[in-house]
């Protein structure tokens, strides 16, 4: 099936559906005519079964492609040709962390025979003096266990302009024409490096390519949360990844890390405006990645992505609040792309990325909307006809939620191989049940939370650019329930207002209201890290990333815990901070050839 016939699919099933649920939904509610609260939730509910269809259909995409799953680039098979730059950006990062990553990636390179077509450069934003001079001596001590002659970089930005859009775009106008590519990463990021290799094989191969981005699964979990989001990462995610790159084709989106970047098309096409006015929706664009890549695509470079390759990795907050603060972030500037959805020349089908990441957001405070006008119309939905119809449409829009779910643990059970990457059978099969009832539960939560970010939004308040939380750590009860306090008790409020209502409507809405009164509770056992290693040792939501792990990552586990233990390292950090000179503010790559943007775009 061609590109368009597959668009065509794909948007016309997402209208036939939303059309038949609203002519249903009409019929039912209108019988003597619609007032203005049924005719709110009418159209409510229109937009948000469009988007849950639209999820479905795409995943439903992606099931089929795994059925018939062909590689879409070729093996690992010679060395590149071409020179690549691996850029890690990091911003207030345990430098432990972002080195053992680098150096087990050097590694793997190392064991490859490859590493000369590859240089490393980490790039801080570091604004914390300790951190600053930690990461400029564990790069120093790096470069002496690597060789001097290896290529390993470390430059720190005086200011932190644009944030990391601005330091990629930095080290792009000063270092970019001495490579072909940049493989961008971020902070937690980890590749293999056979991934990396075919990655660069892929962007030699197609002189059109301007973007090719991976599908990166979740590693390291440490929490109950965060093994909840690793299991779901390694489950679903390739499925959901397969559906995206089904649909997008050449105008596919970038995330920002874990992807491949013809730096020539990048430099060409994806300067980023300051947009008029303040934050949040002004000043610098701060979801750039989306922007990139409509830009990129723009210009006439493709823009794909390969999800079915192994080796791409990151990591996960340890907890919801966390999570919440990072979707914070990410809601202002999907909120921000409200501004750029007219942009002249762009491709509709990254238009529709862009109007996607908005509505990820906003469908919140529309399904926070939804639960009264929904109980007040079902309190009037007295006929038995009525009642029954509502409740067909309840379970059809159920059915869409968890079907893909379902196709994507059908997937992992086909082979007895693939099943015990997650622990065999048995424990897939739990695992997946446990992952449902989990969502069910923090899904209201994060409603309330996503609907307030919204607000926050609009309300004209910055998110601002902080360091994000990455190891597992166990929140007190006292914490957990100050955050959650005001949930809990809409949870209480709400069911019991439900149980007065009637008892249907109180078996409906049972999901939301426990959600949100269990929600201190919830916060406070995600966020054990005991319990966490508990469930790994009991082997509770394991992922292949643990049965069978990746060099790589047990050579990045291995090096982190040597970081850590370091104590030469922390008194060399103390002697750069004594120095009446910081050394770790002069630029690491001060005598590195190759031209920068005046040579790429000459």
């Given amino acids: 099936m061609g590109l368009a016939a597959r668009r065509l699919v ?11 649920c609203l002519f249903w939904t009409a019929r039912l509610l209108g019988a003597d005519g619609l007032d203005a609260t049924e005719a709110a939730a009418l159209c409510l509910s229109a937009v948000l079964f469009a988007l849950i269809a639209f999820g479905f ?70 604004r914390e003096a300790v951190v600053a001079a930690a990461e400029a001596a564990g790069v120093a001590r790096l470069r002496a266990r690597l060789g001097r002659s290896t290529g390993l970089y470390y430059r720190r930005r005086a200011k932190n302009t644009d944030c990391k ?52 699964l979740i590693v390291g979990a440490e929490t109950p949360f965060a093994r909840f989001h690793q299991f779901a990462s390694w489950l679903y995610g390739p499925m959901f990844a397969q559906g995206l790159a089904w649909w997008s084709g050449p105008e596919g989106n970038y995330w920002g890390h874990n992807a491949i970047i013809r730096v020539r098309a990048f430099a060409e096409s994806a300067g980023l405006p300051h947009l008029p006015g303040q934050a949040p929706f002004g000043g610098h664009i701060q979801s750039h990645d989306f922007v990139e890549a409509a830009l990129m695509r723009r210009q006439g470079w493709a823009v794909r992505m390969w999800a079915t390759l192994h080796g791409s990795y990151e990591e996960t907050p340890p907890c919801l609040l966390e999570a919440a603060r990072r979707d914070r972030r990410w809601c202002q500037g999907n909120l921000q792309h409200a501004r750029l959805l007219t942009a002249r020349g762009l491709h509709w089908i990254n238009r529709v990325h862009m109007l996607r990441g908005m509505l990820s957001y906003l469908a919140a405070p529309m399904w926070l909307a939804s639960l009264p006008l929904g109980a007040l119309v079902w309190s009037r939905a007295n006929a038995a006809a009525a009642g029954g119809g509502l ?83 166990s929140m007190p009860f006292r914490q957990a329930w100050r955050a959650h306090r005001l949930h809990v008790v809409l949870g209480v409020l709400g069911a019991a207002a439900a149980v007065l209502a009637g008892g249907r409507l109180f078996v409906w809405t049972a999901p939301v209201f426990a959600g949100l009164a269990l929600s201190a509770l919830i916060t406070f056992l995600s966020t054990r890290a005991d319990l966490g290693r508990a469930m790994r040792r009991w082997r509770l939501l394991e992922t292949p990333s643990e049965s069978g792990p990746d060099l790589v990552l047990v050579r990045a586990a291995e090096l982190r815990a040597g970081y850590a233990q370091e104590a030469v390292l922390r008194a060399e950090v103390q002697l750069l901070l004594r120095s009446p000179v910081a050394p770790y503010e002069i630029d690491e790559m001060a005598g590195l050839g190759g031209g920068g943007l005046a040579q790429l775009v000459a």
């Fill in 10 to 20: 794909l948007f016309g099933a997402t209208a036939a559906m939303t059309a038949a």
């Fill in 165 to 216: 859009a601005g330091n990629i775009a930095d080290w792009v106008q000063r270092w970019g024409g001495a490579y072909e590519s940049m493989l961008v990463l971020d902070a937690d990021s980890l590749m293999s490096g056979a991934a990396i290799v075919r990655l660069t094989n892929a962007m030699e191969a197609d002189p059109k390519l301007g973007l090719l981005q991976t599908s990166p």
């Fill in 57 to 126: 259909l795409s995943a439903t995409a992606g099931f089929l492609a795994a059925l018939t799953a062909r590689e879409p680039y070729g093996p690992l098979e010679s060395a590149p040709a071409t020179r690549t730059a691996i850029l890690m950006p990091t911003y207030n990062e345990d430098p432990g962390r972002v080195l053992s990553a680098v150096q087990a990636m050097h590694e793997d390179l190392q064991r490859l025979g490859v590493i000369g077509q590859y240089d490393f450069f980490v790039l801080s934003d570091t």
């Fill in 391 to 473: 409740l067909a449409i309840f379970l059809v829009t159920m059915g869409l939620l968890v079907g893909p779910k379902l196709m994507a643990l059908i997937l992992a059970l086909r082979t007895a191989r693939s099943a015990r990457g997650f622990g065999g059978a048995a424990r897939l099969t739990l695992g997946a049940i446990a992952e449902v009832a989990g969502s069910m539960l923090v899904a209201p939560i994060l409603m309330l939370l996503h609907s307030r970010a919204v607000a926050e939004v609009l309300m004209g308040r910055d998110s601002g650019w902080g360091a994000q939380r990455r190891d597992g750590e």
